[in-house]
């Protein structure tokens, strides 16, 4: 019970860390545990969607996908020309401790090999929630957003996420609350 409470609190540890590519950016930010969140639900979706994919396994593999980063931190594109991180330790070494350290440790060398298509799935779902994130600062003013987008596209394995991507980037990011019943918005009742 102690190593699992351990690795709960490890978890936690995605909460305070930061993802670091925004800093390029220009403005925005969220943590690793934001992300996974909105990858796995998004992982979700996508494997909804295909008809070959184990949704269970996409899942699996979209909530574990940055958990090493409690350890390792965020590294960005730009961190990763100049540092190399040893993934593979903080991986080993978190699942030693785990009874289902094993399916952690094949999630990971799984999602990392981005072969089967659930692999291939959560990986698009990992590029797809950060091209939402750039939309949403687009949204909002940032310029350099438009620049990211392409090479966020170019990163997509499937169709299905490729056609979402254009979706996303040509929908408003604040209009999913904001219907066309201008009544509720003047009196607060339907």
């Not at 978190?94 to 291939?120: H, K, M, N, Q, V």
Request: aromatic share 12%.
């Amino acid at each position: 019970m102690k190593s699992l409470a351990n690795f709960f609190f490890e978890v936690g540890m995605l909460k305070r860390t930061p993802r670091t590519g925004f800093q390029f950016l220009g403005s925005g930010a969220e943590s690793v545990a934001e992300h996974s969140f909105r990858t796995a639900v998004i992982g979700y979706t996508l494997a909804k969607m295909d008809d070959q994919a184990d949704v269970g396994r996409v899942l699996q593999i979209c909530l574990f996908h940055d958990i090493p980063e409690a350890r390792m931190g965020d590294l960005n594109y730009v961190n990763k020309k100049y540092v190399t991180a040893n993934e593979g330790k903080a991986v080993e070494d978190l699942a030693r401790t785990l009874p289902f350290g094993d399916e952690y440790r094949e999630a990971l060398e799984e999602f990392s090999a981005g072969e089967s298509r659930e692999a291939l799935i959560a990986h698009d779902a990992d590029q797809l929630e950060m091209i939402l994130a750039l939309k949403e600062y687009k949204d909002l003013g940032n310029r350099n957003a438009d620049e990211w987008y392409p090479f966020a596209v170019r990163r997509l394995r499937t169709e299905d996420a490729k056609r979402l991507a254009e979706t996303i980037w040509t929908t408003d990011s604040s209009r999913w609350w904001f219907d066309d019943d201008s009544d509720w918005w003047v009196k607060g009742t339907r």
